[in-house]
């Protein structure tokens, strides 16, 4: 189907443990986004790529981890997960500035550090 | 560094009525776009409306409409004839038009509860 996926929906890890967060669209947008969205909040931006081998830093980029060696994908890693880290993960797509700036968002992922 | 700020955390309206949701922004950007999503229990984030800043028409969907007012940093989200399946969270974004990779600021949220 086409749209933007998350995998997993759901996890449960352990302090220290290394975890990886996947996210796949299938518009060929430029950018992608990832953004972590915690109990009564709005969404804080982590990370973002404008293209293929192109990411930045965000609002909340420490202890995160991502790449993007092909367009459609945007995995996001959390290298020594902390349970500061327990938070719903949205991967979001945008075709980008000049070609429509709305972003699209998957459907999250809750995280829960033990 | 942009700002924005729901002033509401929690609304109530009956089924059928009309709802207006604040949102008001910082920014010294003259170009930017302004933004309405809604959250409903699934979690999922789903667009509800969107606007230009050099627009000077209000943005229209269907049941939903905004006021916006540049010069205030207004943008506020009216939803007529409301639902029960508008009841959702539904917060208000920012991004300028400047921006290095669409960077979206979004406020606290309102959560909207639609009674029968």
């Known amino acids: 189907d086409a749209g933007i996926t998350q995998s997993p929906r759901y996890k449960i890890t352990e302090t220290g443990r290394q975890v990886t967060l996947m996210c796949h669209q299938t518009?060929?947008?430029?950018?992608m986004f990832w953004y972590r969205q915690d109990l009564g909040h709005g969404l804080r931006l982590i990370y973002y790529?404008?293209?293929?081998?192109?990411?930045d830093k965000g609002e909340v980029p420490d202890g995160y981890v991502v790449s993007r060696s092909k367009t459609e994908n945007f995995p996001l890693t959390l290298e020594s997960a902390t349970r500061s880290q327990t938070s719903v993960y949205f991967c979001?797509?945008?075709?980008?500035?000049?070609?429509?700036?709305?972003?699209?968002f998957g459907p999250g992922t809750r995280l829960l550090v033990l | 560094a942009q700002t924005v700020t729901q002033s509401q955390p929690e609304m109530s309206v009956q089924e059928a009525e009309t709802v207006t949701l604040s949102c008001t922004y910082d920014?010294?950007?003259?170009?930017?776009?302004l933004f309405w999503y809604k959250q409903p229990p699934s979690r999922q984030m789903i667009l509800v409306i969107r606007?230009?800043?050099?627009?000077?028409q209000n943005a229209t969907e269907n049941r939903f409409s905004v006021n916006f007012q540049k010069a205030a940093k207004s943008f506020s989200l009216k939803i007529s004839d409301s639902q029960l399946g508008d009841t959702a969270m539904y917060f208000c974004?920012?991004?300028?038009?400047?921006?290095?990779?669409?960077?979206?600021?979004f406020g606290g949220g309102t959560r909207l509860m639609v009674k029968p």
């Open positions: 920014t010294s950007e003259n170009n930017y776009y």
């Open positions: 974004a920012f991004m300028p038009q400047s921006a290095a990779g669409n960077m979206l600021t």
């Open positions: 790529s404008a293209a293929a081998d192109i990411t």
């Open positions: 606007q230009e800043a050099y627009k000077q």
């Open positions: 979001a797509s945008s075709p980008g500035l000049g070609s429509g700036e709305t972003q699209y």
């Open positions: 518009w060929s947008h430029s950018y």
